[in-house]
């Protein structure tokens, strides 16, 4: 690994960065976020450029940056949107190359998993939410934007507090974990546990030809276990170790083999679903249950959440009152709105127009993609 | 000032065209959890805060499974499980609780909220 | 009462035939083994049967509570305190013949312990430069008593007196049975209970409890009334000056302890035997010898109502006529005389007798000064009330002038005729509605019913005037003769104390005689007093106590006081006046006829007269004591000198023995006493009989008295003036301290609030301020907004991690 000319240009390149993300924030009056996000992007060409200056060794780990790039660019892209709900789509896409740095790393359980709950669940939860409490456009508003989506609070100060804290955080990680590769996944630990599948065994070894159709992996005949012994017991010389397979005929005649044996399978690992799995149930089995726990209160307090009745707020009140008795035209109003005051509760039990009217309604007006 | 400058001129940063070690995903997760932070406290909307504190979990769970890798056991993914379980729970209570201030307020506005002014 | 009156004269004609010679023998005689005696007398066993003598009071005042508890209606807690001090007093008797007759006859010293109370030790470190050994000082104060012979002389007076008086008050305090009753005997037994332990401790930490308990005692006692202004400001101004007295008392008993290492009797007068002090310099030359007896002296100032400290005694009447009868002329005022009588070792110890000088000095201005004003007074309980500030003026001068003997004597004798005199007044004030002044009471002796106080009276004034032959003649003459007796030198100005107390003696006789044939003798006249009602309905009105009548009739247990010459509470009684200057209910009757009009003088019942004829007679018996000398023959003073000279006082022997030699006129001062003092006394009754006298025998045929309010003497009061004004007024005294120290000290304590008030709780309100102005300025912070609190949150978060990341060791690696 090269060193850097000095540590300052990360720091610069910081700042650089703050000032690029600051500037990219929606604010009031002429929003310059495409400058803000080009020099934001060029606080990073910078680092990536002079960073490249010094060792060009090696080949590029190009996945890494292609996935690393899109994953930020659209957190960017999150923080700054003013419409909410394309700040929930682009958060999407923040997952899915999320996902991709997931597999990159050789989780590819958690990759797919992150796909579907996270992308699947839960951000499909936020963007009905969002849908239901945002404003539809009315007649004479074009851009149905709120207040409160378009200017960013602080935006200043944020971005200052926001980089000093990468900065640090990065500045304390290089200094500690430095040069330090990603060795192979074959030395997993927990890669023993492979011995606890021996239907995965005995169906690999099959398929590499090596157990004939009558013949199966061997059992002690007293305890019924199955006789494989790929990996050293801990206690045991390792050194010695010979790892090996008894099959049998499932008469007592029984012949070994092993990783030395010819046509060995060399994909007969423990796949990181497995690996996971047994991490989850054998090692943390109360978390799991801890866990559903959780779940579950989670489920019954939205359910008593949602049903509560809650009285609008005064100056709401006021509003809809004098709303009612100018005798405006009521636009379409949030699903999640009060009705009109007249005779009406004040209260909100539950919509009462079907959500694919209420979607219909919020994303058909133009605006910023 | 200047031993600050010679302790950090003593890191070393990974040059870019090398395979990724542990110290870029690292610096990602960090890059994600600054913006996520910073979203988190410049947006107004209430949903999308929310949104940038999943942002900061997404963040963490890059780190946690950088750590999984580097540490060659399965223990960070078996985290990150949990993180995204805890996750969908705390959006789930969140945005219930979001619709009951809506409903009182009318509006997703955060600033709207300032009754406990000092 | 012929007989008695017989059998008297008999025993006063041998005596007065023997007089001379048994004195002028013992003279020669005694000379010798006087001079022996200069020890402490040895060490004896006494039983612990002499506990009952403190503790019997004690008990007595338990009872008595409980009768508080069982609320008892009945006279029940009288006869409790009754029995439990005759049991007392026969305890004492016991005591001091065991006392007397121990150690072969040569009278014993004996240390009785009734449980163990401070027994601490500590040593402190020794010098830093370790020369000086580290000091392992003991601080023991057990509830000892040590009895030698002095304790059980002043044990068998106070229990004696004590128990005749408690059969006084049952009748007395008759008309206020229920819980004030109860209330007043408890008083009393705890006052005996103090008394004590006071006089019988064997340290000098027990002497200073029972010197507060009887001060406390005296407090709820003088206050009994405690309805009444007057009552209530005359117990707080007794308690508040003892405790002034207290003061130097408490510091010179700290004082001793420090210098001498230890406050039991039997080891400090062992150190001051032995002349060196612990730390081993001589006690001659050290600074204590003299200090720490100023010390005890202003302590027995405040509570014997010497010059300056007297201001409480004349308000002290204010309490019930036993209160003042036990207290204020026979016991507690005497602590102070035996404070000093317990400490003479140490008083004798200054070669330059230094507390002594003072000690006579003081003395002899108070008799003087307290008789001047009695000539003028017209109440006569508060004639009594000086008559004792007086005689304690003697008492002290006769400490001052090396004769403990006189003093003890002296002290001994005024306790029995006092106490008939006190309760001879309470009689008359009983018997009249709580008349006492002067001009309005006349002929008592000869009414029904008053014949035994009348003679009682007459035994008492004769013995306080100094009549040949009685107790109070020969006390007081072994006081007046000593103080020509002492050589010049030894007490500064001895010559001029004894001619003023000689002059005052005299005065003595005259004011006590006014005031006999004033009220006793001649034509039978009176003036019902403001609390007629009372006694004429023979008891106070059912269902009321006596506390709430005299709160709804706002009056006392004095009547009109002196109030001169009309001028009605115009500081007659210094700031306790109750200023009831026109509540008058009876006008003056001049002739007033007891046969037909309505008010019945109320005679004392049996349980009064009883214990005025006992003081009575113990006082004329108290005379022959001067003649009886069983053991340890001394020169004058007969029996007491011996209990005297076998006390401890004994260390101070050599002092003593030393001041004789004087002169007067050219003679032994002792043998001419008896007849210049007897002149002397002759003369002022005479000036008395003159003129306050009735026409006849009563007024020695030379008065010529006719009216009650008039006499020859008012002729006198237009030559002197202005003085007897004064004189009538007290000096002003009262209300000169009022002015002098009252006052300033009121505003002082003005002061004190206001700092109090302002800068003391200023500091402590700005210790409550300065969160609330904290928590203001922290307010703004909280504005409510969530992006503001967010905001902070990851400003904090990020100046944290810097600062760890900037302090931490270099931060990266």
Redesign the interface.
């Known amino acids: 690994m090269g060193g850097l000319a000095s540590p300052i240009l990360l720091y610069a390149a910081c700042v650089i960065g703050a000032l690029g993300i600051a500037l990219a924030l929606p604010r009031r009056g002429v929003s310059p976020q495409i400058i803000g996000a080009l020099v934001a992007a060029l606080g990073l060409g910078v680092l990536f450029v002079a960073m490249g200056v010094r060792s060009p060794g090696a080949l590029p780990n190009v996945n890494f940056y292609i996935f690393s790039i899109v994953a930020l660019g659209a957190a960017v892209r999150v923080i700054s949107h003013p419409r909410p709900v394309y700040s929930a789509l682009y958060f999407i896409l923040t997952i899915i190359a999320s996902s991709g740095l997931y597999v990159l790393l050789a989780a590819e359980f958690m990759a797919f998993a992150l796909i579907i709950v996270y992308a699947g669940a839960i951000l499909i939860t936020y963007l009905f939410v969002l849908m239901l409490a945002t404003e539809s456009p009315t007649a004479d508003q074009v851009e149905a934007l709120n207040d409160y989506d378009r200017y960013a609070r602080e935006p200043v100060l944020a971005s200052i507090t926001g980089f000093v804290l990468i900065a640090a955080m990065t500045a304390m990680m290089f200094g500690g974990v430095n040069s330090r590769s990603l060795p192979i996944v074959t030395t997993y630990a927990g890669a023993q546990r492979l011995e606890l599948l021996p239907k995965k065994i005995e169906s690999s070894l099959r398929e590499a030809r090596l157990i004939d159709k009558d013949e199966s992996i061997a059992r002690d005949p007293a305890t019924g276990q199955y006789l494989i012994d790929l990996f050293p017991k801990p206690g045991t010389d390792a050194a010695t170790h010979v790892p090996s397979v008894m099959i049998g005929y499932g008469d007592g005649r029984t012949r070994a083999i092993g990783p030395s044996t010819p046509g060995w399978p060399k994909d007969l690992v423990l796949s990181n679903v497995e690996g996971v799995g047994f991490t989850l149930l054998a090692d943390h089995p109360g978390a799991i249950e801890i866990a559903g726990v959780v779940l579950l209160m989670a489920m019954l307090g939205a359910t008593v959440l949602a049903r509560k009745k809650v009285e609008l707020d005064e100056r709401e009140k006021l509003a809809a009152q004098t709303r009612s008795l100018a005798g405006e035209f009521e636009p379409e109003k949030s699903l999640l709105r009060a009705p009109e005051v007249a005779g009406g509760p004040t209260t909100r039990d539950a919509p009462t127009r079907s959500l694919g009217e209420a979607a219909r309604g919020f994303l058909g007006a133009g605006g910023q993609r | 000032m200047s031993d600050l400058m010679s302790t950090l001129a003593q890191a070393n940063f990974p040059s870019p065209m090398a395979p990724a070690t542990l110290a870029h995903y690292l610096a990602v997760s960090g890059i994600m959890f600054g913006l996520g932070l910073i979203g988190f406290i410049t947006r107004r909307n209430l949903i999308i805060m929310f949104l940038c504190t999943e942002l900061m979990f997404q963040a963490a769970g890059i780190a946690l499974i950088a750590f999984s890798r580097y540490h060659m056991n399965h223990t960070g993914e078996t985290f990150v499980i949990f993180v995204l379980t805890i996750a969908a729970a705390e959006a789930a209570l969140a945005l219930a609780l979001v619709v009951l201030l809506f409903r009182r307020k009318e509006s997703l506005d955060a600033g709207r909220w300032s009754e406990m002014r000092g | 009462m012929q007989t008695e009156l017989l059998q008297l004269v008999s025993t006063l004609g041998s005596a007065l035939l023997a007089a001379p010679e048994a004195g002028h023998a013992a003279h020669g005689t005694a000379q010798g083994s006087a001079h022996a005696a200069a020890a402490v007398p040895g060490m004896g066993a006494m039983g612990q049967w002499a506990l009952l003598v403190p503790f019997m009071p004690l008990l007595g005042c338990v009872l008595v509570g409980l009768c508080a508890i069982g609320k008892v209606r009945s006279k029940l807690p009288a006869w409790i305190t009754i029995g439990c001090l005759a049991v007392s007093f026969a305890a004492a008797v016991a005591m001091l013949m065991q006392t007397m007759h121990g150690n072969a006859g040569q009278g014993q010293t004996s240390i009785v312990k009734a449980w163990d109370w401070i027994n601490l030790s500590f040593s402190s470190k020794g010098d830093m430069t370790g020369t000086a050994a580290a000091l392992t000082q003991s601080l023991t104060a057990n509830f000892s008593f040590y009895i030698d012979t002095l304790t059980c002389l002043w044990m068998l007076f106070v229990t004696g007196l004590a128990a005749v008086i408690a059969l006084y008050a049952s009748e007395y305090m008759s008309h206020d049975v229920g819980p004030g009753y109860i209330r007043f005997f408890a008083a009393f037994n705890l006052f005996v209970f103090s008394m004590a332990c006071l006089v019988m401790g064997d340290n000098l930490v027990l002497l200073f409890l029972g010197w507060e308990g009887v001060g406390l005692c005296s407090y709820l006692l003088i206050g009994y009334f405690y309805k009444k202004a007057p009552a209530v400001a005359a117990a707080k101004k007794a308690f508040i000056v003892n405790r002034i007295g207290d003061l130097g008392l408490s510091i010179g008993i700290m004082l001793i302890f420090v210098v001498f290492g230890t406050v039991e009797y039997s080891k400090l007068f062992a150190i001051i035997q032995s002349g060196v002090l612990p730390t081993g310099e001589t006690l001659r030359d050290h600074w204590v010898v003299w200090v720490a007896p100023l010390l005890l002296t202003v302590g027995a100032f405040g509570k014997s109502a010497q010059i300056f400290f007297y201001v409480w005694l004349p308000d002290a009447m204010e309490g019930p006529t036993p209160v003042s009868a036990l207290i204020h002329a026979a016991t507690m005022v005497t602590a102070g005389v035996f404070l000093i009588g317990r400490m003479y070792p140490l008083f004798t110890a200054d070669p330059h007798l230094v507390a002594l000088t003072v000690v006579a000095w003081s003395g002899v201005i108070t008799a003087f000064w307290a008789a001047t004003i009695e000539m003028a007074i017209f109440d006569i309980k508060r004639v009594m009330g000086y008559s004792t500030i007086s005689q304690l003026g003697f008492m002290f001068a006769g400490l001052g002038l090396l004769t403990p003997t006189g003093a003890a004597f002296h002290t001994f004798t005024h306790a029995f005729f006092k106490a008939t005199l006190f309760l001879g007044v309470g009689a008359v004030m009983h018997g009249f509605g709580g008349q006492l002044d002067l001009r309005r009471l006349s002929g008592v002796m000869w009414m029904k019913g008053f014949g035994l106080v009348g003679i009682a009276m007459l035994v008492g004034s004769i013995n306080l005037a100094g009549v040949p032959f009685t107790a109070g003649y020969f006390s007081k003459d072994l006081i007046l003769a000593q103080g020509f007796a002492t050589p010049q030198g030894m007490i500064a100005g001895s010559q001029w104390i004894a001619w003023i107390l000689l002059l005052t003696a005299g005065m003595t006789a005259y004011y006590t005689f006014r005031t006999y044939m004033r009220v006793y003798v001649g034509p039978k006249e009176f003036v019902p007093g403001n609390d007629a009602e009372l006694v004429e309905l023979g008891r106070h009105p059912k269902g009321t106590s006596l506390d709430t009548w005299h709160a709804q009739h706002g009056h006392g247990d004095h009547g009109h006081g002196d109030h001169g010459h009309g001028d009605h509470g115009h500081g007659g009684h210094g700031p306790a006046d109750h200023g009831h200057g026109t509540d008058h209910r009876h006008a003056a009757r001049y002739d007033f006829d007891p046969t037909t009009e309505e008010f019945d003088p109320h005679p004392p019942g049996a349980a009064m007269k009883g214990a005025i004829l006992i003081a009575m007679v113990l006082s004329i018996l108290a005379a022959g004591l001067y003649f009886y000398k069983p053991i340890h023959a001394a020169e004058h003073g007969g029996w007491v000198a011996g209990l005297v000279n076998t006390s401890a006082v004994a260390v101070s022997n050599p002092v003593v023995e030393s001041a004789r030699g004087g002169l007067l006129f050219g003679q032994d001062p002792h043998k001419l006493m008896y007849y210049v003092s007897a002149g002397v006394g002759f003369a002022g009754i005479l000036i008395a009989a003159f003129l306050h006298g009735p026409k006849g025998l009563g007024g020695l045929f030379i008065g010529n008295r006719t009216r009650a309010a008039t006499s020859r003497a008012d002729v006198l009061v237009g030559l002197f003036g202005p003085l007897t004004k004064a004189a009538r007024n007290k000096y002003y005294v009262d209300e000169i301290y009022h002015w002098l120290i009252v006052r300033p000290l009121n505003v002082l304590g003005h002061v004190f609030f206001l700092f109090d008030k302002l800068v003391v709780d200023g500091l402590v309100n700005l210790a409550g301020f300065a969160p609330r102005a904290l928590g203001h300025a922290?307010?703004?912070?909280?504005?409510?907004?969530?992006?503001d609190y967010?905001?902070r949150m990851?400003?904090g978060?990020?100046a944290i991690?810097?600062i760890a990341?900037?302090l931490g060791s270099?931060?990266?690696?």
């Open positions: 922290a307010k703004g912070q909280q504005s409510g907004v969530l992006h967010a905001v990851a400003v978060v990020a991690v810097l990341m900037l270099g931060g990266l690696s």
